[in-house]
């Protein structure tokens, strides 16, 4: 993933473990949401660079009901998650921790929001969206695939060896 090592040698994700919660919770306070607005709003916080999978906030909402710091309702045939009392007090106690998350969303969003990145991440936006949905029926078939994930791959190593160097 593209967070990968862009502060030194970070984890795979734009948040330590158990960041996930804290942003979800922070939310939640600012009002109630249903799943995808959750995953929407964490995008837009996360820079646009990072977009949580389904896969990724629904086991945190459910840990979070569980724990009893969100409870889950219908509204207009949607579920919708809304912070309880309990998840209010939870975050007060945990401020700290919160504020070290957002400092980090913040520190990483900046690292790749630096303005000679933009031209750079468009193009490899414009190439993807190109391969994907202009070319890929018309000029990538089978037989060429395998050079560009070649391409593709080998891009990302020298990125990698760029920002970590050796420990690779």
Request: one cysteine or more; charged letters at 25%.
């Amino acid at each position: 993933m593209f967070w990968h090592g862009l502060a030194g040698k970070v984890s795979e994700r734009p948040f330590e473990r158990g960041g996930l919660k804290y942003l979800i919770l922070d939310l939640l306070a600012e009002r109630p949401r249903h799943g995808y607005d959750i995953i929407r709003a964490l995008g837009d916080r996360l820079g646009g660079f990072y977009l949580p999978s389904p896969g990724a906030v629904y086991p945190v909402l459910q840990a979070l009901e569980a724990a009893g710091y969100i409870a889950l309702r219908r509204e207009n045939g949607r579920k919708v998650y809304a912070l309880t009392d309990a998840g209010r007090h939870f975050l007060e106690a945990h401020q700290e921790e919160i504020a070290a998350v957002r400092d980090r969303v913040r520190a990483l969003c900046a690292a790749v929001s630096r303005p000679e990145l933009r031209p750079v991440l468009g193009q490899l936006r414009d190439i993807a969206h190109y391969l994907v949905w202009q070319n890929f029926k018309k000029n990538l078939g089978p037989e060429k695939l395998p050079e560009v994930e070649a391409v593709l791959a080998d891009a990302y190593r020298q990125i990698r060896f760029i920002v970590e160097g050796d420990g690779l």
